[in-house]
């Protein structure tokens, strides 16, 4: 996975928009943004997280933002000490979370001696913890300035470049940029380049529109495919003119194909058995907890009867769906005229793209 289009990098859930995890989804959809880039771990230590209640904060942020269908990334802030530690620590983070891509913040501790081993050994696990997930080294823009920091150790196990290109007190940051890349292309691996860019109140200097401009035009006559900045709340605070610039600016990105969880939703709405029954394999199984049913068929039969007479006229909406290649874990909600379903609760197992295995619970509460 790539990522496309602008993201903004969140550190405190409870600075953004008061913590309010729709009005951070609303004001990220009215920005155009297509990913959000929250903290979730800082050391060995869970992050975004309430200290007195113990309530983890980013699920309501997740569930909002992908109702949006903006992708969110988890990023974590490292240290070194305990490499082994941080690495369980985002394994376990982006597990339980179900995140899109993980982000790996590590920057002056790893210029200390003896650090290139400790990189190698979080990256290792975290590679080996978290296999199929995305995952991208957030640091320094010129490599050239920290010779002491261990950029392969980590971008040996990265599938993505994020450098931190913040032009602090000049105002050039397309010529940072560019500088940037060419760095980044002497050394091996090379990543694709996902910059992130300042938008953000330090001292007496802030970023200009015309830098946000710059910054932005550059990346895309590179050819990234994408572009940061941070930070949400120092922007919404501090720059509401260049949160606008940044809101104004056009990257339009191509939507996704839709997930089959997704689509087999739209086909529950249509009420049309036929259009249903075309998600499954001509053998596949319908398992509830009360019975099994096996072939097309009798699979058909059984949508007939939940559209005529178990919620005749319903509505379901899809609240959340996990799980990739063979596996999807769905829930949902229904509305009709003979009650409503607030549990829907299914699992698909998916063969060349179609149902072959689908578990299914709800109840109507009238």
């Given at each position: 996975?790539?990522?496309?289009?602008?993201?903004?990098?969140?550190?405190?859930?409870?600075?953004?928009?008061?913590?309010?995890?729709?009005?951070?989804?609303?004001?990220?959809?009215?920005?155009?943004?297509?990913?959000?880039?929250?903290?979730?771990?800082?050391?060995?230590?869970?992050?975004?997280?309430d200290?007195?209640?113990?309530?983890?904060?980013?699920?309501?942020?997740i569930?909002?933002?992908?109702?949006?269908?903006?992708?969110?990334?988890?990023?974590?802030?490292?240290?070194?000490?305990?490499?082994?530690?941080?690495?369980?620590?985002?394994?376990?983070?982006?597990?339980?979370?179900?995140?899109?891509?993980?982000?790996?913040?590590?920057?002056r501790?790893?210029?200390?001696?003896?650090?290139?081993?400790?990189?190698?050994?979080?990256?290792?696990?975290?590679?080996t913890?978290?296999?199929?997930?995305?995952?991208?080294?957030?640091?320094?823009?010129?490599?050239?300035?920290?010779p002491?920091?261990?950029?392969?150790?980590?971008?040996?196990?990265?599938?993505?470049?994020?450098?931190?290109?913040?032009?602090?007190?000049?105002?050039?940051?397309?010529e940072?940029?560019?500088?940037?890349?060419?760095?980044?292309?002497?050394?091996?691996?090379?990543?694709p380049?996902?910059?992130?860019?300042?938008?953000?109140?330090?001292?007496?200097?802030?970023?200009?529109?015309?830098?946000?401009?710059?910054?932005?035009?550059t990346?895309?006559?590179?050819?990234?495919?994408?572009?940061?900045f941070?930070?949400w709340?120092?922007?919404?605070?501090?720059?509401?003119?260049?949160?606008?610039a940044?809101?104004?600016?056009?990257?339009?990105?191509?939507?996704?194909?839709?997930?089959?969880a997704?689509?087999?939703?739209q086909?529950?709405?249509?009420?049309d058995?036929?259009?249903?029954?075309a998600?499954?394999?001509?053998?596949?199984?319908?398992?509830?907890s009360?019975?099994?049913?096996?072939?097309?068929?009798?699979?058909?039969?059984?949508?007939?009867s939940?559209?005529?007479?178990?919620?005749?006229?319903?509505?379901?909406?899809?609240?959340?769906?996990?799980?990739?290649?063979?596996?999807?874990?769905?829930?949902?909600?229904?509305?009709?005229?003979?009650?409503?379903?607030?549990?829907?609760?299914?699992?698909?197992?998916?063969?060349?793209d179609?149902?072959?295995?689908?578990?299914?619970?709800?109840?109507?509460s009238?």
């Open positions: 996975m790539t990522l496309r289009g602008k993201g903004f990098f969140i550190w405190k859930i409870p600075n953004c928009e008061n913590g309010d995890p729709v009005a951070i989804a609303n004001v990220a959809a009215q920005a155009g943004l297509s990913h959000v880039l929250i903290k979730i771990a800082d050391g060995v230590g869970s992050y975004n997280v200290l007195t209640t113990g309530v983890d904060l980013v699920p309501p942020v569930q909002e933002l992908r109702a949006r269908s903006i992708e969110v990334w988890g990023w974590h802030y490292i240290y070194g000490y305990d490499p082994v530690g941080e690495a369980n620590k985002a394994i376990q983070r982006m597990t339980a979370l179900e995140l899109d891509g993980y982000v790996v913040d590590a920057e501790e790893f210029k200390e001696s003896g650090k290139a081993e400790a990189a190698r050994t979080f990256m290792n696990r975290v590679r913890g978290l296999p199929d997930t995305t995952i991208a080294l957030s640091s320094y823009r010129f490599p050239s300035f920290h002491q920091f261990p950029f392969r150790a980590f971008l040996e196990k990265c599938d993505l470049n994020m450098p931190q290109v913040y032009w602090l007190l000049s105002h050039n940051p397309g940072q940029l560019l500088r940037t890349l060419n760095e980044f292309q002497a050394i091996t691996p090379v990543r380049v996902i910059p992130t860019g300042s938008a953000f109140k330090q001292g007496s200097w802030s970023p200009t529109t015309a830098d946000i401009q710059d910054f932005l035009q990346a895309r006559s590179l050819n990234m495919t994408a572009a940061n941070w930070e709340a120092n922007c919404r605070t501090n720059l509401p003119d260049i949160w606008n940044i809101k104004d600016y056009e990257w339009s990105v191509t939507p996704p194909p839709l997930d089959i997704q689509r087999y939703i086909a529950l709405n249509s009420r058995p036929d259009q249903v029954i998600f499954y394999l001509p053998n596949a199984l319908h398992v509830t009360a019975r099994t049913l096996t072939g097309s068929q009798n699979i058909r039969n059984w949508y007939s939940l559209f005529s007479t178990v919620l005749p006229g319903a509505s379901f909406t899809l609240t959340s769906f996990t799980g990739t290649g063979n596996t999807r874990y769905l829930s949902w909600t229904a509305r009709s005229s003979a009650g409503n379903v607030l549990n829907g609760s299914d699992t698909f197992g998916l063969l060349s179609l149902i072959a295995y689908h578990y299914t619970f709800f109840t109507v009238r």
